[in-house]
């Protein structure tokens, strides 16, 4: 089993920070307009997923040793109107500029990068657990 862990931290009310074992930190906050400094929680989602896609796609895209001058992806959730606002769709627009790659490699690449071995992907259709604990300040 390989295990993942970040301890977040509240900041302010409406930012906090994450950290992982190894002292790497992602900040994010809940403000609107000139006040955000970071992104959103959701706004992580998307990036996670699209920076999962990449990694993959790149990968395979060079492993069948074709040029790869630049990727891109664009990511688009539309959100439910209500509470919670979860991601009723998320739509990736991949974009590769490549001087040999053709759009059907590109295309099959696509599909296995977010089918089978994203795994932000997957984890999006993952059962959540959680459990509690009270600490009175000292």
Do not use: W
Request: net charge neutral; aromatic share 8%; charged share 30%.
């Amino acid at each position: 089993m390989n295990k993942k862990e970040i301890t977040l931290r509240m900041i302010a009310d409406k930012e906090y920070e994450t950290i992982n074992p190894e002292g790497n930190k992602v900040q994010m906050d809940m403000y609107d307009g000139a006040e955000k400094k970071f992104q959103s929680p959701m706004e992580l989602l998307l990036s996670g997923l699209a920076g999962c896609s990449a990694v993959d796609a790149v990968l395979m895209m060079k492993k069948k040793r074709k040029q790869v001058d630049n990727f891109e992806i664009k990511a688009e959730g539309i959100r439910n109107d209500g509470t919670p606002a979860f991601y009723k769709s998320i739509h990736l627009h991949f974009i590769l500029t490549s001087s040999d790659a053709t759009e059907l490699e590109f295309e099959k690449v696509i599909k296995l990068a977010v089918d089978k071995y994203c795994s932000v992907a997957s984890s999006l259709k993952s059962e959540i657990s959680y459990s509690t604990e009270i600490k009175k300040p000292v």
